[in-house]
């Protein structure tokens, strides 16, 4: 038996149907070793040598990796083909003492049976570049969250975190939304002409100049003086231009003009999308097929197409659509300088699944993004759209006059991909359009009808949606393909950010935060400082730079902005609020404070008077009556224990303590919650749940915190929503238990029982 290790177990049914037998698949659900959460763990003493752990919520799957491997006669590393899958086969390598130059990574760019039997053929060696380019990220991201949150912590308020991509991106839209803020609008006024032509035509011209000079009317009184001075006046065409426009298909998709376009034409969010292609690239079940995957990976920056995807979708649009639609080259397009390259476009594996034929087995949201890739990268190879374009020029008393239009002649790629077109901020007059006009000769005169003018106001920028931030980072050059989903997302958990309507807007602890570490750290905080340290990881990946180096140079120096930042007296924090209650123990007025675990009442002589009270929710202060004996025994010293109530909710502790130290947890994370059900995989990221109990209530969250956040106050079921494709939970009503959709914008829910009586 051959054992084939991956690391989703979406994936697991699809990959095991293509390999066939004598191949068993193995899923870690992501990294099993990282640096472990409680310490820094990078030496910056000695080359900054990085100690790794077995993750806790993987010591159960290691040691079951570790039997497979045994067993098996051969182990094939297939974890996913970009430096975060190259790194995981490192980490499992190691633990299964794999020699490093053994032939035992095999990778492909989508999940079908041509692609893994050929992966099957062609394994190769750990290519140790993408391991340090992505050990190397680790490290640097390690050192500065490590070394950055506490000053965050004692400056402004505990629990915060800051992160190298995290925090450049929080930037950027704090710094949008004071350039909203700091905008001040301008007036200015389009005017227009209307005028009949001597075919008894009306036009609409747009006033563009005066004398060949642009021309900008910014009040009343100046669109009155033009008004004046064009009373009487005669209109004359000027200059008449015709010419056929082209306009080219757009490129297959990458990860972020995906995420652009689904959020755009779609309305999906950046969560949404990410979980449905996910989806996509895995499989989905067809009847009488099993799990079949429909797209190509998903994490790419590279607009490649393979030539024989290529031939097919010539070979598919000749077939349906004739010679018309299929241009005489392939259509290839140019990636941006810093993408890696390492994989093709995201695109259908089979343009013979067509959207209709499997829409019946998808959810909405799956299909709708089904839909869109697909018809996306088949426009990506069909021929440029035609148009007669025409530009009027008519002049009258020194006043230019501007008409355009276009009309279609041939629609190429945009009968099966619509174009949105949208009027640009600097075409403020109005002169552009898509209407018919008429033939006009140079020299013709034309009539005056009336006068059309509307007072106009300059907008401030626009805030950033998910779609427009992602294509900000992309630009900038923040992050990488795999990063955009989880930066944003991260944002939006520690209340950095949050929506306005589809709009982001920063909160004030956002911007706090984004103030207190662009003072301190101005270089970090640095786009383009971002950006090329992305190009020097990128430089790892290529070889010949040491990632030690990389991250020397960005270490030299940054101790000591730390100890200034740590040592002077600086403070964003929130002042105290004075209440009216009195201390009992020195009579001093207490204050409410902010703490880690929310506000409390503390007395503000401390140190010399150390006396707090824990508040509730409504502000009121919380009794401390006699503890509770319990009948529980401690078994160390005799006494009855007591109950008492901490970080995860109500224990037993001896009261004998300091002497005896003997505690028993009383709501301990089970395998089942509450209500009975196994909990599943974490929907985000596939790690186990557990159910966590604080002092105020309890929730089910993951046991990958805090690289996921994962957190969902009722449990889920692992059932997918049939609409949007949001995970689902199960709640108890009146009539029984139930289903229900996580997105609170979506309403499905069904009945468990009904559902289950169906199966029988």
């Known amino acids: 038996m051959k054992l084939v290790i991956i690391e989703g177990y979406g994936k697991m049914e699809t990959v095991q149907k293509y390999l066939g037998s004598g191949y068993k698949v193995f899923a870690t659900g992501g990294h099993v070793r990282d640096l472990p959460a409680k310490r820094l763990a990078v030496d910056v003493d000695h080359d900054f040598e990085p100690t790794y752990v077995i993750m806790d919520d993987k010591k159960s799957v290691v040691e079951s990796l570790k039997k497979s491997a045994a067993a098996a006669e051969t182990v094939l590393l297939a974890t996913d083909p970009d430096r975060e899958g190259e790194a995981i086969s490192w980490h499992i390598a190691t633990l299964l003492d794999i020699p490093e130059s053994a032939p035992v990574r095999i990778e492909f760019n989508e999940i079908s049976k041509n692609a893994v039997q050929a992966a099957l053929k062609n394994p190769r060696a750990i290519n140790r570049n993408l391991v340090d380019a992505q050990q190397a990220r680790r490290v640097l991201d390690r050192l500065v969250g490590y070394k950055l949150s506490p000053v965050l912590c004692k400056k402004i308020q505990s629990n915060l975190s800051a992160g190298r991509v995290q925090s450049v991106t929080l930037r950027l839209v704090v710094d949008r939304e004071r350039e909203i803020q700091a905008f001040v609008p301008e007036e200015y006024w389009n005017f227009f002409s209307h005028l009949k032509t001597c075919g008894n035509e009306n036009i609409k011209t747009a006033l563009v100049g005066y ?253 950033y949606t998910e779609a427009s931030l992602v294509k900000a980072m992309e630009e900038k050059g923040i992050g990488r393909p795999a990063t955009y989903t989880p930066t944003v997302t991260l944002l939006f958990s520690r209340k950095y950010i949050e929506k306005s309507g589809r709009a982001i807007a920063p909160t004030e602890l956002g911007c706090k935060v984004t103030d207190m570490l662009v003072k301190y750290f101005s270089d970090i905080m640095d786009v383009g400082f971002t950006a090329n340290m992305e190009s020097k990881l990128d430089g790892i990946e290529d070889g010949g730079v040491r990632w030690q180096s990389v991250i020397d140079g960005f270490y030299d120096g940054f101790e000591d902005k730390i100890r200034a930042a740590r040592g002077d007296d600086y403070s964003l924090k929130a002042p105290d609020v004075q209440t009216d209650y009195v201390c009992e123990k020195c009579g001093a007025k207490m204050v409410i404070k902010s703490g880690r675990y929310g506000k409390f009442l503390a007395c503000p002589n401390y140190p010399k008077c150390k006396n707090t009270k824990n508040l509730d929710e409504n502000g009121e202060i919380i009794d401390h009556a006699e503890p509770e004996v319990s009948d529980v025994v401690c078994d160390k010293c005799g006494a009855k224990m007591i109950v008492k109530m901490g970080r995860y909710g109500k224990f037993l502790a001896c009261p004998n303590y300091p002497k005896c130290k003997n505690i028993v947890n009383l709501d301990k994370p089970e395998d089942k919650n509450d209500i009975g059900i196994t909990l599943p995989p974490c929907p985000k990221c596939g790690k186990p749940l557990k159910k966590i109990t604080t002092a105020r209530s309890s929730f089910y969250g993951c046991t990958g915190y805090p690289e996921c956040d994962f957190a969902s106050s009722d449990p889920p079921t692992g059932n997918k929503c049939p609409d949007c494709g949001a995970y689902l939970v199960l709640k108890s009503g009146k009539n029984g238990k139930y289903e229900k959709c996580s997105n609170k914008e979506c309403k499905f829910k069904r009945d468990v029982q009904a559902e289950t009586d169906d199966k029988k």
């Open 211 to 463: 004398k060949g000079e642009k021309l900008k009317l910014s009040c009343e009184d100046e669109v009155n003086k033009v008004k004046t001075d064009l009373d009487g006046a005669v209109y004359t065409v000027k200059n008449v231009k015709k010419s056929v426009t082209k306009a080219h298909p757009y490129a297959p998709f990458i990860t972020s003009t995906m995420q652009q376009e689904a959020l755009n034409k779609l309305g999906m969010s950046l969560r949404q999308t990410s979980s449905a292609a996910q989806t996509l690239y895995e499989g989905v079940e067809l009847p009488g097929e099993g799990k079949v995957a429909l797209i190509t990976y998903i994490r790419t920056d590279s607009t490649r197409v393979s030539g024989a995807a290529i031939d097919a979708a010539r070979s598919f649009i000749s077939e349906k659509f004739g010679n018309d639609y299929l241009p005489d080259k392939p259509n290839v397009y140019a990636s941006k300088k810093s993408a890696q390259d390492a994989h093709e476009a995201i695109r259908p594996i089979s343009l013979d699944r067509t959207p209709s034929s499997v829409k019946p087995h998808l959810n909405k949201n799956i299909y709708m993004l089904y839909d869109l890739i697909y018809k996306r990268f088949l426009a990506s190879q069909m021929s440029d759209a035609t148009y007669n374009s025409v530009s009027v020029d008519i002049e009258a008393n020194d006043y230019n006059f501007r008409i355009s239009g276009r009309t279609p002649v041939f629609d190429g790629f945009t009968k099966v991909y619509a174009v949105t077109e949208k009027q640009s901020d600097d075409d403020k007059t109005g002169e552009k359009s898509t209407a018919r006009v008429p033939a006009l000769n140079v020299g013709e005169t034309l009539d005056f009808v009336k006068y059309e003018y509307e007072q106009k106001f300059t907008k401030p920028p626009a805030r």
